[in-house]
């Protein structure tokens, strides 16, 4: 706690991504509760063996998408572990009321199942009914011994991601980092790039934005930032529509368009209509977009390293927008679409560049630097986690995060962001996840789903100020306090 920025990289992203690569021949002893489709029909009275009786935050992965690097099955516990690791730093939940689980379904990455000190099961994943079955099983043993848990998922592949984020949320206290979480943070970044531009908030309706990777992350970006704008516009049927068009998707393929045959459903609602194209064809290349479209924002979430490369970058500079955006959201830093040396570089000393890794700050000479900003999902998790946990909050609505992502954007102070500096240093992180935490909560009363926490009820929670809602968070946050080993003499 006492020194998170240095901490922050070896306990979270890159370090972690590392251990999850190597983490048979890692382990030493268990961290978490590991449940597998062997254990069907079981995890009921297994959840009991947990040592703790009172759980306050899950964080669940099955393995199947570990940051950019892939199926690594069971050897994604690392992920659960570190994310908790980070709740208890910033969001001052007890380490003694969290929970890592892995979901063991097999893995389809074939090295690992042939690998015989692999520690999983040896067998491709379920699919299907199956797969469901046991994540429902999962789902329902944990919110019978623990009814007011908040699970959070974490690297499910795309295909479940959405699913099972649909398919519990409405129901339970849960929500999908990948998803809903890097969402808020690239939502806080763009809306704070908009105020780097020395512009209003409000003004992000009118930014056209170019977004590289349509996986869940990506996905969950678009969603959120198209709420963004709607919500500015009015909120209506017609603003969500019109929101949309500020958009411009690249996947694998290229461009997304109408004309496209087969489209994933997730990304269907942005794709582009012909007569909107810009001269642009289907499948168009990164480069191809950028040059055609200008964009106030090119951001990745592509977990392709080096795809915003020179062409690209140099495109950039025809933007028009004064100080146009570049974020390089993949982790870990290997898959970063670019560097913030070569952003700056290719581009220009005016833009605002963040990244989802770590880089350094760039000399530009003549005592000017240019920022690297991280815009890192531990800005919002803890906070969003927090919130819900000390509100009593049934589920966590769309309106919960948004109010954290504009909580975080309005963080920053006038003459920071003119500097281009739009995310706050992880050393405050503590505050962060207290004023994140705080609206989360105030969100929470407003929408009438706070349900009470501790000593405070649902109606006592209605009557509280803004300056009330923060101090019962901080209260509700743990601090390490060590008895002394040894009396000091009198």
């Not at 995890?43 to 063996?49: C, E, K």
């Not at 969001?91 to 690998?115: F, H, W």
Request: charged letters at 20%; aromatic letters at 8%; a negative charge.
């Amino acid at each position: 706690m006492d020194n998170i920025k240095q901490f922050a990289p070896i306990v979270y992203t890159p370090t972690v991504g590392l251990v999850c690569q190597n983490y048979s021949g890692l382990f030493r002893r268990p961290r978490g509760m590991y449940f597998s489709a062997a254990d069907r029909g079981e995890m009921l009275p297994m959840v009991y063996n947990w040592p703790a009786d009172e759980v306050d935050m899950i964080v669940v992965t099955d393995g199947s998408r570990i940051l950019g690097l892939g199926d690594l099955g069971v050897q994604g516990i690392g992920i659960p572990i570190g994310k908790l690791d980070l709740y208890v730093a910033a969001a001052g939940i007890n380490p003694q009321r969290v929970m890592p689980v892995m979901i063991d379904v097999g893995t389809n990455n074939k090295e690992l199942r042939e690998n015989p000190l692999y520690l999983g099961l040896q067998q491709p994943r379920l699919e299907g009914e199956e797969y469901l079955s046991v994540i429902d099983e999962f789902m329902e043993a944990v919110y019978t011994r623990w009814p007011n848990v908040i699970v959070q998922f974490e690297d499910f592949q795309s295909k479940w991601a959405f699913k099972l984020l649909e398919r519990y949320r409405h129901t339970c206290r849960m929500f999908n980092d990948d998803i809903q979480g890097t969402a808020g943070v690239a939502v806080a970044g763009l809306l704070g790039a908009v105020r780097a531009q020395g512009l209003p908030m409000s003004d992000f309706a009118k930014q056209k934005i170019v977004v590289v990777g349509a996986g869940s992350a990506g996905i969950g970006v678009l969603n959120s930032a198209r709420q963004a704008i709607a919500r500015i516009l009015g909120g209506t049927d017609a603003s969500y529509r019109e929101a949309t068009k500020n958009f411009w998707l690249i996947d694998k393929m290229g461009l997304v368009t109408k004309e496209r045959v087969h489209i994933d459903a997730d990304a269907e609602p942005f794709a582009r209509d012909p007569e909107a194209l810009h001269g642009l064809k289907e499948g168009a290349s990164v480069a191809e977009v950028v040059e055609a479209v200008k964009p106030d924002v090119l951001l990745g979430l592509s977990g392709v390293g080096g795809i915003f490369n020179q062409e690209v970058l140099e495109m950039m500079r025809q933007s028009t927008s004064a100080r146009p955006a570049i974020f390089a959201m993949s982790n870990p830093t290997k898959n970063a679409e670019c560097t913030a040396e070569q952003a700056f570089k290719h581009v220009g000393p005016h833009i605002v560049f963040a990244s989802g890794s770590p880089f350094t700050d760039v000399e530009l000479g003549g005592g000017k630097i240019g920022h690297a900003n991280q815009g890192n999902n531990m800005y919002l998790f803890p906070g969003i986690g927090l919130g819900s946990l000390v509100s009593g909050a049934q589920i966590i609505s769309d309106g919960m995060l948004q109010a954290a992502a504009e909580c975080l954007a309005a963080y920053m102070k006038d003459e920071e962001v003119e500097e281009g500096i739009i995310f706050p240093s992880i050393s405050s992180i503590r505050d962060i996840t207290k004023h994140v935490a705080a609206a989360v909560m105030t969100e929470a009363i407003k929408e009438g789903l706070a349900e009470g926490y501790r000593d405070k009820d649902p109606k006592e929670m209605a009557e509280m100020s803004q300056e009330d809602i923060l101090k019962h968070v901080e209260l509700n946050m743990w601090h390490p306090k060590y008895s002394a080993l040894v009396s000091s003499p009198r």
